[in-house]
């Protein structure tokens, strides 16, 4: 039988490399491991840290993060050097080139590394676990579609709703999982001026990748990775995360998104009448179409055009920016359209089958 010694838990112990204090419940990181990852981070911004050590500095930057709680999106695209594209072909000896979004992520590192050395134990909690029966929830969807005509993006939430058609240069190389990221964020963004800062936002999404991104920040793919951190780079959609939960639905629930995205405005006047609700047309912020343009020339700039889509129509018609409003009986429903096509475009939706 042990002394009783190795029976009792002292004030602290250090296991792990981790110094924990029991009795304070926090957990610090000691000072000579974030020194150790500072100046490893300074080399690799300069480009003199073999591709052997820059191994080791993320294993370092991963026992950090975690004692500390940091989010995952700090190891996004630092383990580019690893990947059958990296320094890792050539061997353990070859310095380690960052790239420009390596080198903003690095820049974050040195400063939470300056700012924390360790977290308190109640750092693990999540928002969500917390009972909060006393709130009101507004719920929201959103959707995005390539194999309409014309192919569009948008999101609804209790009669208000957004929508942007997407050109074929968009289509040609963004993939939709990219896309339907985008619509969950840009629905944070239009929906959340409109809520109170009392009540929760719940956001819902057809894609099982969305979620993955935006709660959990587990993506692999570099598109959903440069959506994700454009969309971080917008102060709107961080105050709407602060405030809002994500969600993963069902394709058969998410009913009025996907009527918006595909631009079935005749069905989706009808949804809104069995709803017994007014919809409201809300405009694109400038803001959205900046990150659009950014993920896009992103695309672009790794020149890995999409595979052609073969369930796309090939004649879409993309509806200018500047739509007109027409109303669409029996609502007076505010929606886009395109003066090109006329009402025969509109008479074409009534021949459309309901959705099974």
């Not at 894609?207 to 709660?215: F, R, S």
């Not at 995205?261 to 959205?288: T, Y």
Request: hydrophobic share 45%; proline share 8%; charged share 15%.
């Amino acid at each position: 039988m042990a002394i009783p010694e190795k029976r009792i838990l002292g004030t602290w112990a250090l296991w792990l490399g981790i110094l924990i204090f029991a009795q304070l419940g926090f957990v610090v990181v000691p000072r000579s491991k974030l020194l150790r990852a500072t100046v490893a981070i300074s080399s690799t911004i300069q480009s003199c840290l073999t591709f052997d050590e820059y191994r080791s500095l993320i294993g370092l930057l991963e026992h950090i993060r975690h004692a500390l709680c940091l989010p995952r999106r700090l190891m996004h695209g630092l383990y580019t050097p690893h990947g059958p594209l990296g320094e890792a072909r050539y061997g353990p000896a070859t310095p380690v080139l960052p790239s420009p979004f390596m080198i903003i992520q690095l820049k974050q590192w040195l400063y939470h590394l300056s700012g924390s050395a360790g977290s308190a134990f109640t750092s693990v909690l999540r928002r969500s676990a917390l009972p909060s029966l006393d709130t009101i929830i507004y719920s929201a969807t959103s959707d995005a579609a390539t194999d309409s005509v014309p192919p569009g993006m948008g999101g609804f939430m209790h009669g208000f709703y957004w929508y942007l058609a997407l050109s074929d240069e968009i289509i040609k190389w963004i993939h939709i999982s990219v896309l339907e990221l985008l619509a969950t964020g840009f629905s944070a963004i239009v929906f959340h001026p409109l809520l109170p800062s009392s009540v929760r936002l719940s956001l819902g999404a057809d894609a099982l990748a969305t979620p993955y991104t935006l709660v959990r920040e587990t993506e692999r793919s570099a598109m959903l990775t440069a959506a994700h951190h454009a969309l971080l780079n917008n102060d709107t959609f961080v105050l709407a995360s602060k405030q809002a939960d994500l969600g993963h639905l069902r394709g058969d629930a998410n009913l009025v998104g996907d009527t918006i995205s595909r631009g079935k405005w005749i069905l989706f006047a009808r949804l809104c009448r069995d709803l017994r609700i007014r919809p409201n047309q809300l405009h694109l912020p400038p803001s959205c179409l900046r990150i659009l343009s950014s993920v896009l020339q992103t695309a672009r700039d790794r020149g890995i055009p999409l595979r052609p889509n073969f369930y796309q129509p090939a004649s879409a018609l993309i509806p200018p920016h500047d739509y007109a409003l027409y109303l669409v009986p029996p609502l007076h429903l505010q929606v886009p359209f395109n003066p090109a096509v006329g009402s025969k475009r509109t008479l074409s939706y009534l021949s459309q089958p309901s959705p099974s």
